[in-house]
């Protein structure tokens, strides 16, 4: 697995996996593994993996890596299933709600066409995925205000 340099928000610079990296409408995106500590089942802490999609402004290659073999996606075109729809199903005190993936994200949600996202995004309870950007894969003006 490919290895690349993150930079955290406060300026640190932590080593990640390099999973994927796709190219979205504003640009170049990576999908990352972070090794950090999470309380384990036993109450200790363990060392887990945090896996995010980032801008490639926070992410740089290590030198003598090998990137050959990192797949690369584009964001598809209108008319292409290229992103899911996951329904998050009525509890009692919460309305039931969807949430809009880039295909691959969710396992088992139901793929869609552009044509299909920004419709579903038009309806109340209705948001992008924020663990793999899903908004930046969309045209700018369909992402509604927030709920």
């Given at each position: 697995m490919a290895?690349?340099?993150v930079t955290m928000p406060d300026g640190q610079e932590l080593r990640a996996r390099l999973?994927?990296?796709r190219r979205a409408a504003d640009g170049w995106q990576y999908r990352v593994g972070i090794t950090c500590w999470t309380a384990g089942s036993s109450g200790r802490a363990e060392p887990a993996e945090h896996g995010v999609w980032l801008d490639a402004h926070h992410v740089r290659p290590l030198d003598g890596g090998d990137y050959s073999r990192v797949p690369n996606?584009?964001?598809p075109?209108?008319?292409?299933?290229?992103?899911?729809?996951q329904e998050l199903p009525h509890r009692p005190g919460h309305p039931g709600a969807r949430l809009i993936h880039v295909i691959g994200c969710q396992l088992g949600a139901t793929p869609i066409t552009l044509d299909q996202a920004l419709d579903i995004l038009r309806q109340p309870r209705t948001v992008t995925c924020r663990e793999c950007n899903a908004a930046t894969s969309l045209p700018a003006t369909t992402t509604p205000p927030p709920p």
């Open positions: 290895r690349v340099a999973y994927e990296r996606r584009t964001t075109d209108v008319g292409r299933q290229g992103w899911t729809v």
